[in-house]
């Protein structure tokens, strides 16, 4: 199956500074992907949508100049948190989805658990 | 509105006992996909199913089993002979086609099996 990866796996900064999550799809082109936000005991939320060469589609609520995407490629995503607090702190999913010829499948990433001190 | 519901927040049920995970969906769309994911303690979701709107057979994949109803907007898991390894918290998630391929969760179903 197609496999989604995210780097890092887990992170602990400082309140304060920012910290850039990577989400990349490894054998496939993914035009589309998606963020997700769980806290926790609860369940995903979608943050944004991230789309190939063009600005990201965030939720309602979502502040855009806090959480920055790029999707600057077709295989990488990018999430950063600015200045970041502890109440960022959070377990952040993405996923890819898969071009047609693999219809449009969404896979996601291991997550990538952030720590705020 | 699009939306999941998982009634059942918490279950704890003996190993070797049947379980079933209920799901209600909402949706107003023709065309759209139903899944349920696995999320066991690592944080990981495990892909369980996807299924279409056109298809409502039930499946059946080892121990655990589906039941499709569009008549009572229901996709219900049902975990036959559950196992201790079955632990984790499990999710059901709704996308409806041309609405930008968003995946909508549930809240999930923490399941227990207790040895």
């Known amino acids: 199956g197609a496999v989604v990866s995210q780097h890092p796996s887990w992170v602990i900064c400082k309140s304060g500074t920012s910290v850039k999550i990577e989400c990349r799809s490894l054998d496939f082109q993914a035009t589309t992907m998606f963020w997700y936000r769980q806290f926790p005991k609860q369940s995903l939320m979608l943050m944004a949508t991230?789309?190939?060469?063009?600005?990201?589609?965030?939720e309602q609520g979502v502040e855009k100049d806090k959480f920055l995407i790029n999707h600057a490629s077709l295989t990488l995503s990018t999430l950063t948190v600015t200045s970041a607090h502890p109440e960022d702190s959070s377990f952040y999913i993405c996923?890819?989805?898969?071009?047609?010829?693999?219809?449009?499948?969404?896979?996601f990433g291991p997550g990538t658990r952030l720590t705020v001190t | 509105a699009q939306k999941v519901t998982q009634a059942q927040t918490e279950i704890s049920v003996v190993e070797k006992e049947d379980v079933t995970l209920d799901c209600v969906y909402e949706?107003?769309?023709?065309?759209?996909?139903l899944f349920w994911y696995k999320q066991p303690p690592s944080g990981e979701l495990v892909f369980l199913i996807r299924?279409?709107?056109?298809?409502?057979q039930n499946e059946i994949s080892g121990r655990y089993s589906w039941n499709f109803q569009k008549s009572t907007s229901s996709f219900n898991f049902t975990i036959t002979a559950s196992q201790v390894v079955d632990s984790a918290v499990y999710f059901c998630a709704l996308l409806c086609w041309g609405r930008d391929d968003k995946i909508i969760f549930g809240k999930g179903t923490r399941l227990h099996i207790l040895p």
């Open positions: 949706t107003r769309d023709t065309t759209y996909y």
């Open positions: 299924r279409n709107s056109f298809d409502e």
């Open positions: 991230s789309n190939e060469g063009s600005k990201a589609t965030y």
């Open positions: 996923s890819a989805r898969a071009p047609e010829e693999r219809s449009y499948e969404q896979y």
